[in-house]
């Protein structure tokens, strides 16, 4: 496809319960990056990838959360456990190289909206 | 205190009016500055980056960046109906190769352009 997918693009689950995000980055994108943004929220970075590594995960809100991108390509974002806490739109972006690095250019996709009951 | 902060609003603008939006930041590590605009119900689309102090124009937008004072500003000139949205402003990018990638977000200003 010509931009950023992510799916489900809906997902409501119960407290407890493990849920598993995908994005599928433009092709050719060395970076992706995950956000959340709760309702009426700025976004929260999360993690990056450049390449299959992820050199911060710093952003991660707790070891609930984990991420993997492999052939450089898809990535998924797994939440295990879900809390209500952790209900939010969850974005995925990429961009031909790590911004702050002269790239100028990231493009969204159009987010998981994830509720958890 | 959060490492980057904005004015929530909302910003109103007359039409045809200069729209300024305004962000500072703490962390003086942060090389990299980037404006995001977000329609209402829809993702953030990257408008603007600025890395040099000074001015930075493209089009009807002008970002500004003082890295003494830490502050990074965003120009809309001849405001429109359509600049209607939520403005971000985000900052990183420091030295180290494994900062980059990795930004801090503002909570976003709301501009409303009233024709």
């Known amino acids: 496809g010509a931009g950023v997918s992510q799916s489900p693009s809906n997902k409501v689950t119960e407290k407890g319960k493990d849920v598993e995000l995908r994005c599928d980055p433009i092709?050719?994108?060395?970076?992706l990056y995950w956000y959340r943004q709760s309702l009426g929220q700025g976004l929260e970075f999360l993690i990056y990838f450049q390449g299959n590594s992820a050199p911060d995960k710093s952003g991660l809100p707790s070891d609930r959360f984990s991420a993997e991108r492999t052939g450089g390509s898809v990535s998924t974002l797994t939440i295990q456990r879900t809390q209500q806490e952790d209900s939010a739109v969850y974005l995925c972006?990429?961009?031909?190289?790590?911004?702050?690095?002269?790239?100028?250019?990231?493009?969204f996709g159009p987010g998981t909206r994830l509720t958890v009951l | 205190q959060k490492e980057v902060e904005q004015n929530s609003g909302p910003l109103s603008v007359p039409e045809g009016a200069i729209a300024s939006l305004n962000c500072t930041y703490s962390d003086r590590g942060s090389q990299s500055f980037f404006w995001y605009r977000q329609y209402s119900g829809k993702s953030p689309e990257l408008i603007m980056f600025?890395?040099?102090?000074g001015d930075k124009e493209d089009g009807r937008f002008t970002a500004q960046l003082n890295k003494a004072s830490q502050y990074v500003s965003l120009l809309i000139r001849d405001s429109q109906p359509s600049d209607s949205a939520t403005y971000l402003c985000a900052g990183g990018g420091g030295v180290t190769t494994d900062s980059w990638g990795k930004l801090q977000f503002g909570a976003g200003t709301q501009v409303v352009v009233t024709p």
């Open positions: 600025i890395y040099s102090n």
């Open positions: 092709s050719g994108h060395t970076a």
């Open positions: 972006a990429s961009s031909p190289a790590p911004l702050g690095q002269g790239e100028d250019t990231q493009y």
